[in-house]
């Protein structure tokens, strides 16, 4: 557009100028009605009504240059603000007034952004969508009788055949939550009708299978509050606002005001939707129970806080949801927002906002967004609320506390992340003293356990002597060991050790700058235990020399104790020696071992360790996974670091595969491509020679699949390790309480079996890929129900 | 739409006015390099802040490629800011939404785009080996060696360091 042409005659060029100067005219006016069109309904010094009075006239002036982006402008706004919805069809159903075939043509815009939606497997647009439509026949752009058929077609989706509960549940949820919206206009209208419709759709529910419902419960108890599935609590609210009669007074309406106007209009009817068939690499939305963790009694005297089967506690609660989608990119913006929250004279608002959070947070399988992400929207709000957010946060924190018995361990370890990092923003602040009782409870208990766990975390944010200072002395037993090296041979007892004369010349040694292999000088005088008799040296396989291992690792890395660069430093300048050292997976589990000793006293040091140690292939996932389930682990077993090294482990494995994948991925296409162009471009001799040589080779190709195939079946043993550690551990839990007549519900079992599901929930996609292996493998028919209840329910979540 | 959409969603992760007077570049490759970074520098620290501390707040956002700690040029001790590196893009910039502007060891630390680490760039760049903030400022910070180089010479004048 800015190129100028040197001969251009003036007359030409006068030409182009002008059509440049309007073009970006064009582009002006097109900004100023994106942003109306954004900021209708926003706080305004006019009323609502006559700003969408305004704005249909402006927009109907410009719609003959304009329409198409209109068209686009309105249909993303619904989309992407749906608590704005009824504000954008009341505008279209102005427009359609004014303009017939304006309300043609937006209906037939939007139902073909509907079945993109649908078939791009954007879920919850497509939802906001579906409810869109839905309202238009409030503001008579459509007419009741095809809206109903398309709900009926939709319905009609859930009792096909063949095809994932997942899908079919979606296509009832959608038209369940769009019923608030229209129910009363098809109540009106059509009411045998949506009668039949909501009679099918009760059928479906009861048939349908809640298998996965007790996977993903925060609590695994019913009470105070049920964890309901989501669909079984959005069909109580819809019937209850049946029952009713489809009254509900939460959706600001502003048609209301224009229905003279609107009513004069046309309707039109939809064109027929077929939704997509399903293939099979589809995937839809997983199924989700209703956090609830207050109920009326919970909050203060004031506005009342709607019952658990209210129509407007779906609602509020989705509104307070769509907020966090829409704004968690910018937390000062999310609290500001959540905070003027449209009705909150009608609410006890801060609560909602804190249930709809946690209820976030303690999603199961895993949280929408970072943990960190709520953690700061929290503080946030905080400081915007100073007199009140921060007491609710302080009751909500107690009313967990209390319940946290039963609640999901990966919720728990949330739970703990949070505590300790919101703690660590308010000066570690809390009244400990209110939860002296537990310093009498078993140390397993998941109460203790929860304080051991926030001081050891809020420990890793501050300070030893800043733990201490800020407990009570009652607490003493809870707070952490001070984090520091444990290096036995610089210790009392020391002389009678096998490898200290060793230790103390490598430590000369490595003060001295000296080289791998001056190091693995020193070592090699060291005689190995594991060895039976004398045999000459190069006589059989030799096992590893765990001696050798453990002055040199716990030597090595005392001296780099000083901070984690200094033990960074020290692998990465002897890395040739770990190397050496960490021949067999056995060896490798000793080096593992002998990073715990050292530093069993600083839990994340030996993460971070870990975690290098992969990094740089000093150990592997399987060793790691195989040392975390040994003997000498098992009594840590219910301290979050043990399953936070396992989680790291699993997620650098499944980082490893998709990022090979994603190579592989684009290999192909580009080959792909260069196939395809080159075919094209036989004559253009020089640059077809560059594009073969920009091209992945076949070869390229074929090695990246062997890699990826290697790394899948890293992968999938990996995960054949972890999941049959636990069956074996846990079976012979049961088997052992079963001999002795005990109780095997003990809180190491039920910690135990909380953190095999949690395996399955975090990691589901990955596992997903093994499932038909670890049926026939491992979780069959002949294992305790209880363990073999978990892997089915883990199954349920995407059947 | 994109582009009120945009603004909505990103100023938390926009570039700073700060740039880097000893960069080895022009301006806008400074810029270039600001944009598409995953490294971050973080300031306002305690001189008592350790590494340990800055890898447990900072994991929260993803994966760190390594913590280089801001040292004073002549004692090589912590002189209150470091450098975070990620692996990607993506983490830096849910550091810059989520752990900018909240607190580490009490104190509210702030979080910029850096165009990348290069040797020499840890050690502080005020006359007595500090930062240079902590030259000029005039209050009493007892996490960052109390008074303000400057004035603190004005207390006791016969103890000039050099």
């Known amino acids: ?519 693995l000088n020193v070592l090699r005088e060291l005689p190995n235990p594991l060895r039976e008799g004398e045999q000459p040296a190069a006589a059989q396989a030799a096992p590893h020399n765990p001696l050798k291992i453990d002055v040199f690792v716990q030597t090595l890395l005392n001296l780099g104790s000083k901070s984690i660069s200094h033990s960074f430093a020290a692998i990465s300048k002897f890395h040739y020696v770990f190397k050496i050292l960490a021949e067999s997976e056995e060896a490798q589990i000793c080096i593992l071992r002998n990073v715990w000793e050292l530093w069993q006293r600083h839990p994340q040091m030996v993460c971070v360790l870990v975690d290098k140690m992969l990094k740089t292939q000093i150990v592997e996932c399987s060793a790691v996974a195989t040392w975390l389930f040994s003997k000498e682990m098992a009594p840590y077993f219910t301290h979050g670091y043990l399953w936070e090294v396992l989680h790291l482990t699993i997620d650098k494995m499944n980082k490893h595969v998709s990022k090979l994948s994603g190579e592989l991925q684009e290999a192909r296409e580009a080959l792909a491509r260069a196939d395809s162009s080159s075919s094209d471009s036989e004559d253009e001799g020089g640059s077809k020679k560059k594009k073969d040589q920009d091209k992945p080779t076949e070869e390229a190709v074929e090695r990246m699949e062997e890699r990826l195939e290697a790394a899948h079946m890293d992968q999938k043993r990996l995960f054949l390790i972890v999941f049959q550690r636990f069956i074996m551990i846990l079976s012979e839990h049961l088997v052992r309480c079963d001999t002795d007549a005990r109780d095997p519900v003990t809180h190491w079992y039920r910690s135990t079996i909380g953190r095999l599901q949690q395996v399955f929930l975090v990691h589901h996609e990955q596992v997903q890929k093994y499932s038909s292996t670890l049926e026939t493998l491992l979780f069959t028919q002949d294992l305790d129900p209880h363990i073999l209840d978990v892997f089915h329910q883990f199954v349920a979540l995407t059947a | 739409m994109k582009r009120s959409y945009d603004s909505m969603v990103n100023s938390s992760i926009e570039i700073s006015s700060y740039r880097d007077q000893h960069f080895k570049g022009s301006r806008s490759e400074q810029e270039r390099l600001l944009r598409m970074s995953s490294t971050l520098y973080i300031g306002n620290l305690s001189f008592y802040t350790t590494e340990e501390q800055i890898y447990e707040l900072f994991s929260k956002c993803g994966d760190i490629r390594r913590v280089i700690m801001g040292l004073d040029k002549y004692k090589k001790t912590p002189c209150g800011f470091c450098f975070v590196e990620y692996y990607t893009r993506l983490d830096s910039e849910n550091c810059m939404r989520y752990i900018n502007g909240t607190r580490l060891d009490d104190r509210i630390i702030r979080c910029d785009w850096d165009a990348g680490f290069v040797e020499g760039r840890q050690y502080g760049r005020g006359k007595t080996g500090g930062q240079v903030r902590d030259e000029y400022r005039t209050d009493y910070d007892g996490g960052r060696g109390g008074y303000g180089k400057i004035i603190a010479q004005k207390f006791t004048p016969n103890t000039l360091e050099r």
């Not at chain 1, 018995?405 to 809390?430: E, G, I, K, P």
């Open chain 1, 1 to 519: 557009m800015n190129r100028r042409r040197a001969h251009e005659e003036e007359d030409g060029y006068e030409r182009l100028h002008r059509k440049r100067r309007r073009v970006s005219e064009n582009q002006e006016i097109e900004d100023r009605l994106e942003s109306l069109i954004l900021r209708v309904g926003e706080k305004s010094s006019s009323s609502l009504e006559s700003n969408l009075e305004g704005l249909a006239s402006v927009l109907e002036a410009d719609l003959s240059t304009f329409r198409v982006k209109i068209l686009r402008i309105l249909t993303d706004c619904a989309i992407r603000m749906p608590e704005k919805c009824t504000i954008y069809a009341t505008l279209v159903g102005l427009l359609n007034a004014k303009n017939y075939n304006f309300g043609g043509e937006f209906v037939d815009y939007i139902v073909k952004t509907f079945k993109e939606n649908l078939k791009t497997g954007k879920w919850n647009a497509a939802r906001y969508c579906l409810r869109f439509i839905s309202d238009l026949v409030n503001c008579h752009v459509l007419a009741a009788s095809s809206l109903i058929t398309l709900l009926e077609s939709l319905v009609d989706c859930a009792n096909e055949d063949g095809v994932p509960q997942v899908r079919r549940d979606w296509f009832v949820f959608a038209v369940l939550s769009a019923l608030p919206w229209v129910g009363r206009e098809l109540y009106e209208k059509k009411e045998s009708q949506l009668e039949h419709l909501l009679v099918t759709i009760e059928v479906f529910l009861n048939k349908r299978s809640k298998k996965h419902w007790p996977a993903l419960k925060v609590w695994s108890t019913d009470t105070p509050h049920l964890q309901e599935e989501y669909l079984d609590c959005l069909w109580a609210q819809i019937k209850k606002l049946r029952q009713d009669n489809w009254s509900e007074k939460h959706i600001p309406r502003p048609y209301l005001a224009f229905d003279s106007i609107l009513c004069e209009a046309l309707q039109h009817t939809l064109p027929s939707i077929q939704p997509p068939p399903h293939n099979d690499n589809d995937t839809y939305p997983m199924p989700r129970v209703i956090f609830r963790m207050f109920d009326y009694t919970d909050c203060p005297d004031g506005p009342v806080l709607p019952g658990a089967h209210s129509i407007e506690r779906f609602l509020i609660e989705e509104h307070l949801h769509n907020i966090i989608e829409a704004y968690h990119l910018e937390r000062k913006e999310c609290a500001a927002q959540l905070l003027c929250f449209p009705y909150k004279a009608k609410i006890p608002l801060e609560y909602c906002i804190v249930e709809v959070i946690f209820a976030e947070l303690f999603n199961l399988p895993r949280p929408r967004y970072l943990e960190i992400c709520y953690g700061s929207i929290l503080i946030e709000l905080c400081k915007l609320q100073p007199s009140s957010m921060p007491q609710v946060l302080a009751q909500a924190t107690e009313i967990l506390f209390l319940r946290i018995d039963t609640m999901n361990v990966a919720c728990f370890d949330r739970f703990v992340n949070w505590f300790s990092y919101h703690l660590s923003n308010f000066q570690y602040r809390w009244s400990w003293e209110d939860w002296e009782g537990c310093t009498q409870l078993d140390l397993d208990h998941p109460k203790p356990r929860f304080i051991r766990e926030v001081l050891g975390k809020c420990l890793r944010l501050s300070y030893h002597q800043r733990i201490k200072d800020i407990t009570p002395e009652t607490f003493s037993a809870f707070v952490p060991l001070k984090p520091e090296p444990i290096y036995k041979y610089s210790m009392e007892g020391a002389a009678s050790l096998p490898g200290t004369e060793a230790a103390h010349q490598l430590v000369v040694c490595v003060r001295n700058k000296c080289t791998p292999e001056e190091a």
